[in-house]
C-alpha cells in the first residue's frame, strides 16, 4: 500500500516563501504520477499542480503559475511544492496525491484519477 506524508507546512507573510515535502513509501516513485492539491475552509478541494512520471512534463493551476514549482526526487522518494510570492488567498490544506494509472507522460488535473492521498499540511499566509 502506497503511503503518502506531507510536511513543511506553517504561517508565513504575503511575499513570502514556502517549500512543502511529500514523502511517499510502499511504491517506486518513478511509477507514478504525482499531484499537489488544496482545500480553503469552507472550499471544495482543488488543483495546484502536477508533474509526470518521470519529471519532464508540469501543469499548475492559473492561479499559481509562475509563483509555484513542483519537482520530485525519485532517488529519495521525495515530491516538492516550492511556494513563492504566497498570498493569503494560498491559505488552506496541501495535499498530496499519486496517480499509478497515467502514462510516463501525461499528468491530469482531476481529482478521481489519483489513487493514493497524504493526510495534508496547513499552510497560512497572513497579510
Known amino acids: 500500500q502506497v503511503q503518502l506524508v506531507e510536511s513543511g507546512g506553517g504561517l508565513v507573510q504575503a511575499g513570502g516563501s514556502l517549500r512543502l515535502s511529500c514523502a511517499v513509501s510502499?511504491?517506486?516513485?518513478?511509477?507514478?504520477?504525482m499531484g499537489w492539491f488544496r482545500q480553503a475552509p469552507g472550499k471544495a478541494r482543488e488543483f495546484v499542480a502536477a508533474?509526470?512520471?518521470?519529471?519532464?512534463?508540469?501543469y499548475y493551476a492559473d492561479s499559481v503559475k509562475g509563483r509555484f514549482g513542483i519537482s520530485r526526487d525519485s532517488a529519495e522518494n521525495m515530491v516538492y511544492l516550492q511556494m513563492n510570492t504566497l498570498k493569503p488567498e494560498d491559505t488552506a490544506i496541501y495535499y498530496c496525491?499519486?496517480?499509478?494509472?497515467?502514462?510516463?507522460?501525461?499528468?491530469?488535473?482531476?481529482?478521481?484519477?489519483?489513487?493514493?492521498w497524504g493526510q495534508g499540511t496547513q499552510v497560512t499566509v497572513s497579510s
Open positions: 510502499g511504491g517506486t516513485l518513478r511509477l507514478y504520477a
Open positions: 508533474i509526470s512520471r518521470l519529471g519532464s512534463n508540469q
Open positions: 496525491a499519486a496517480d499509478r494509472r497515467t502514462s510516463a507522460t501525461t499528468i491530469t488535473y482531476s481529482q478521481t484519477e489519483y489513487d493514493y
